[in-house]
């Protein structure tokens, strides 16, 4: 501070120097590198205004005229489910040692982990250890396995398939996650190639079980092939997905709970405390018993990382370009494009307002009861309030379920998730603003079970978007058009595609 008693000249730089240092504890967002910093400070300095004011201003007021088609189920397309071996499955007579797993990332992409996991130890003949789940560096969520699925479940499922032990037996008590942090050890695979073959575990990891007997493979994630792999092989794949991951009873209690608020109106005697009474008898409820889930994932890291201009303003537009270049030092493809041509290419996830506007357009009404599954919003309620304006009914977690009910998930990302996964799959209609992990999973498993399931045409809705001109009847008919064949069809996987997202025709 002996710098500001100096002359004049020096007092003036030196307390720009000084707003400088003060600017990430002022304003401490736009220096923040994680996205679980609030989402809504930007807002509160700029709350993002419609974009697309004409288009909402006739959705607002709009009739619906095809109602009951948007509510009719799929028709059966022909495929059913196969996830069972074609001749009986037998367990080796003997084990040739343990695999260990460590997987990180979200919930679903750990939950892809688990799955190749299985299909890994049934090729090498060895038994599986239950997966250990990395702590995710950005939600901090330190959920395991037994707290996610049900764990006695997923043993019973695939015990004529493979052998599963929840631990491992005492004379490899040093196989721990802290022990292959501190040294390079012979007995860990840190090199497995993006979707490794089959082969490749059998000329690499094999040796390794007959030396040590035991195999610690991380990091895991997307580590076997999709394609080129035995029949046996993707039909287990499909059944440990499909079939042997069930989620704990509290998370299936609670998701009961909200998908009987969702489809009958609660009566006024209802009241928090007695929310988890039984749910099965609703006959005394009101309500049309249907509902659309919504997956909205519009997160810092998205938007970011999208590198389009979402209208928060100039504040908004700092924010984000200070948070990519502190997560990813600026090295991010998008950037190199403006946000038209971002857009013009549907590459830019859809804001609420869009995904509203979409939703409108296709024909759902303001009394359409809708579920926001979702962690959370960049941009808080100032972001969300265009779309609630358009569907007032909408719900989510909190609105849904009492404090109390939420106290065994609140801050665990992964069980929040989990939530958010079996509503959507007790759904009559799933809707997802943008790609991404719980994306592809909820839709796999979907068309699995032949769910109604709106794929939005990004690329489509990004052109009807940037043009200012269009009118609500122009829009409209352009939505319903390019979505007639985006709600539930059967699309058989191609080549390096994902067989959890598209289990035709391997798993169906």
């Not at 998701?255 to 609660?266: N, T, V």
Request: net charge positive; glycine share 6%; hydrophobic share 40%.
């Amino acid at each position: 501070m002996r710098y500001l008693h100096s002359s004049d000249s020096h007092r003036g730089g030196a307390m720009a120097g000084a707003f400088v240092l003060l600017l990430p504890f002022l304003f401490p967002s736009l220096f923040t590198p994680l996205s679980h910093a609030s989402p809504a400070i930007m807002s509160e300095w700029n709350a993002p205004k419609p974009r697309h004011s004409r288009l909402l201003k006739s959705a607002l007021q709009r009739e619906t005229s095809n109602e009951q088609q948007l509510w009719m189920p799929l028709a059966n397309q022909g495929w059913k489910t196969c996830a069972g071996s074609d001749t009986p499955s037998t367990l080796p007579e003997k084990s040739r040692g343990y695999i260990q797993v460590f997987l990180d990332g979200g919930l679903n992409q750990q939950r892809m982990g688990i799955c190749d996991a299985v299909a890994v130890a049934k090729i090498l003949n060895a038994t599986l250890v239950i997966p250990l789940l990395e702590i995710n560096p950005v939600w901090q969520d330190s959920s395991t396995f037994t707290d996610i699925f049900d764990l006695d479940h997923f043993i019973n499922a695939l015990k004529d398939d493979i052998s599963i032990v929840k631990e491992l037996p005492d004379d490899f008590y040093w196989s721990t996650r802290e022990y292959y942090a501190t040294a390079t050890r012979a007995n860990r695979v840190k090199t497995a190639p993006t979707h490794a073959s089959a082969n490749w575990y059998i000329e690499n990891v094999m040796p390794m079980l007959q030396i040590y007997g035991i195999a610690a493979i991380a990091p895991f994630s997307h580590r076997l092939a999709f394609d080129n792999m035995p029949k046996d092989i993707q039909r287990l794949r499909c059944k440990v997905n499909f079939q042997a991951l069930v989620f704990v009873p509290h998370i299936r209690a609670l998701g009961d709970a909200l998908i009987s608020r969702l489809k009958y109106l609660p009566s006024e005697s209802e009241s928090s405390a007695n929310y988890l009474k039984d749910v099965t008898d609703s006959r005394s409820k009101q309500g049309n018993g249907k509902f659309v889930v919504l997956h909205l994932r519009f997160d810092k890291d998205m938007a970011a990382h999208s590198a389009c201009d979402f209208g928060g303003g100039k504040a908004e537009k700092l924010a984000l370009a200070k948070y990519r270049q502190v997560i990813w030092q600026g090295r991010v493809l998008n950037s190199q494009f403006t946000d038209e041509e971002l857009r013009s290419q549907g590459r830019c996830p859809l804001t609420p307002e869009e995904i509203g506007l979409l939703l409108a357009a296709l024909g759902f009404d303001n009394s359409t009861r809708l579920y926001l599954a979702s962690h959370k919003v960049y941009g808080g309620e100032a972001r969300i309030s265009t779309l609630r304006s358009l569907f007032p009914l909408m719900e989510e977690k909190k609105s849904l379920a009492s404090s109390e009910e939420r106290t065994h998930i609140k801050g665990k990302a992964s069980l929040l998730a989990a939530l958010d996964y079996y509503v959507g799959m007790h759904s009559d209609i799933f809707i997802s603003a943008s790609p991404g992990n719980m994306h592809n999973a909820v839709v796999g498993h979907r068309t699995y079970l032949n769910l109604k399931t709106i794929r939005p045409n990004m690329a489509l809705l990004g052109q009807l978007f940037l043009n200012k001109s269009l009118t609500w009847p122009e829009f409209q008919e352009a939505v319903f058009e390019g979505h007639k064949h985006r709600q539930g069809q059967l699309r058989l996987r191609k080549p390096k595609q994902s067989i959890y997202t598209y289990p035709v025709p391997d798993c169906m």
